[in-house]
């Protein structure tokens, strides 16, 4: 990959993971401040998984067959704007949460798209993607520190920053590679207009349980994002939110190793690993709140997000682009979406809003309870991926 085309691609990574973390890391904060109940909190959480329920399949459609990839992504952007801006003078739940609903529509789209724009141009997509999404980390840790440093982290400035950003990834996008469609040209089919083409992958054992398996361990991670920065906070971490980004800087690390793992451990190894981080992380943040003192445990658990996020979802998407091929690509990538962003993110979203207030009392957390329902869930996740998923020597991507 040339150096000019590494850069325009990172950019656009940088660019759109930063619109991301400008409040998706503190909105829980925010959202107590503004007196939503914590299953308030956890459906505002969940509306990213709506939005990959539904959006990332259909536009991807859209992006196999009839638009260039950079400019549904600009025009995405270019909605989500104004949407972010409206988002940012509510304060009731009721015009908040559908608002919020959506801008991810617009959003959620965005991650099919990226990863369809930097397939399709890297010479090495088992090298390069990685490397490229590298980036992401960046511009999640530069959106955080921005937030932290503006103090932004209890308030609707965080909405404020996202609408300048996406503005400019918006224009940006418009100046990226082309990357036309490359599916089937044939007559429209109720089937194809649904995006249905890409579940004919689901004859392949492997692939299957692969998918049923990145939807269940999407349950348990989502109360990683929808409650650290409020327990960090309530823990009186200082300065929680930049502390947080030390996940994205050990992400950069892990993303930098995968394509040296990934030919000696291959894609159930990594995967396995990724599970067993999950749940080594949520037991780290169960017993640090009978340790406050013991600072090691909540950055180890911070510390290990670049296992936890790179060994779950970007090896997905990989293994996702090898098994559909160019004529599937971006709609493979919306159908992997659709189950974790999607349904597994939703489903975990809503659990843990409903697992916080069980076991919150006068507004008083257990979060040791909270944390431990999660370990769990990863933990027995765990022995059914590796009883259940064969691994093909052919499946193995090399570097």
């Given at each position: 990959m040339?150096?000019t085309?590494?850069l325009?691609?990172?950019t656009?990574?940088?660019?759109h993971?930063f619109?991301?973390s400008?409040w998706?890391?503190?909105?829980?904060v925010y959202?107590?401040?503004?007196?939503f109940?914590?299953?308030?909190?956890g459906?505002?959480?969940?509306?990213?998984?709506?939005?990959?329920?539904?959006?990332?399949?259909?536009?991807?459609?859209?992006?196999d067959?009839?638009v260039?990839?950079?400019?549904?992504?600009?025009?995405?952007?270019?909605?989500?704007?104004a949407l972010?801006?409206?988002?940012?003078?509510?304060?009731?739940?009721?015009?908040?949460?559908p608002?919020?609903?959506?801008?991810?529509?617009?959003?959620?789209?965005?991650?099919?798209?990226?990863?369809?724009i930097?397939?399709?141009?890297?010479p090495?997509?088992?090298k390069?993607?990685?490397?490229?999404?590298?980036a992401?980390?960046?511009?999640?840790?530069?959106?955080?520190?921005?937030?932290?440093?503006?103090?932004?982290?209890d308030?609707?400035?965080?909405?404020?920053?996202?609408?300048?950003?996406a503005?400019?990834?918006?224009?940006?996008?418009?100046?990226?590679?082309?990357?036309?469609p490359?599916?089937?040209a044939?007559?429209?089919?109720?089937?194809?207009?649904l995006?249905?083409?890409?579940?004919?992958?689901?004859?392949d054992?492997?692939f299957?349980?692969?998918?049923?398996?990145?939807?269940?361990?999407?349950?348990?991670?989502?109360?990683?994002?929808?409650?650290?920065?409020?327990?960090?906070?309530?823990?009186n971490?200082a300065?929680?939110?930049?502390?947080?980004t030390?996940?994205?800087?050990?992400?950069?690390?892990?993303?930098?190793?995968?394509?040296?793992l990934?030919p000696?451990?291959?894609?159930?190894?990594?995967?396995?690993l990724?599970?067993?981080?999950?749940?080594?992380?949520?037991?780290l943040?169960?017993y640090?709140?009978?340790?406050?003192?013991?600072?090691?445990m909540?950055?180890?658990g911070?510390l290990?997000h670049g296992?936890?996020?790179?060994?779950?979802?970007?090896?997905?998407?990989?293994?996702?682009?090898?098994?559909?091929?160019?004529?599937?690509?971006?709609?493979?990538?919306?159908?992997?979406?659709?189950?974790t962003?999607?349904a597994?993110?939703?489903?975990?979203?809503?659990?843990?809003?409903?697992?916080?207030?069980?076991?919150?009392?006068?507004?008083?957390?257990?979060?040791?309870?909270?944390?431990?329902?999660?370990?769990?869930?990863?933990?027995?996740?765990?022995?059914?991926?590796?009883?259940?998923?064969?691994?093909?020597?052919?499946?193995?991507?090399?570097?």
């Open positions: 040339t150096p085309l590494y325009r691609l990172a656009m990574v940088f660019l993971y619109v991301w400008c998706y890391n503190t909105m829980a959202l107590g401040k503004l007196e109940t914590g299953t308030q909190i459906l505002a959480y969940g509306t990213t998984a709506i939005g990959a329920l539904v959006s990332p399949f259909l536009i991807g459609v859209i992006a067959r009839y260039s990839a950079q400019r549904l992504l600009g025009v995405l952007h270019l909605l989500g704007a972010l801006w409206w988002i940012s003078q509510q304060t009731t739940f009721g015009v908040f949460y608002s919020l609903i959506v801008y991810t529509l617009t959003y959620m789209a965005g991650h099919g798209l990226i990863n369809t930097t397939l399709t141009h890297a090495n997509p088992a390069w993607f990685p490397i490229v999404m590298a992401a980390s960046a511009g999640w840790i530069a959106a955080a520190n921005v937030v932290n440093f503006a103090k932004l982290a308030n609707n400035g965080m909405f404020t920053l996202a609408c300048g950003v503005m400019a990834i918006a224009l940006y996008s418009f100046t990226l590679p082309n990357t036309p490359k599916g089937d044939g007559p429209v089919s109720a089937g194809k207009l995006g249905l083409d890409a579940l004919k992958l689901f004859k054992r492997s299957a349980v692969f998918m049923v398996c990145s939807f269940l361990i999407c349950v348990p991670l989502s109360f990683y994002f929808t409650w650290t920065g409020a327990f960090l906070s309530e823990m971490v300065d929680y939110a930049s502390k947080m030390l996940g994205q800087v050990s992400e950069v690390g892990f993303l930098l190793l995968l394509p040296i990934l000696v451990l291959g894609t159930k190894r990594i995967m396995l990724g599970m067993a981080a999950w749940a080594a992380r949520f037991a943040f169960a640090f709140h009978e340790q406050p003192t013991a600072t090691w909540v950055l180890g911070i290990l296992m936890c996020y790179d060994f779950i979802f970007v090896m997905g998407r990989m293994y996702v682009d090898k098994a559909a091929g160019d004529g599937l690509r971006a709609s493979a990538q919306g159908l992997h979406a659709v189950f962003l999607g597994g993110m939703f489903v975990g979203s809503w659990l843990s809003g409903v697992v916080a207030q069980h076991y919150t009392t006068n507004v008083v957390h257990d979060w040791k309870s909270i944390w431990l329902v999660p370990a769990i869930m990863s933990a027995l996740l765990i022995p059914v991926f590796l009883a259940l998923f064969r691994e093909k020597p052919a499946e193995d991507t090399h570097a």
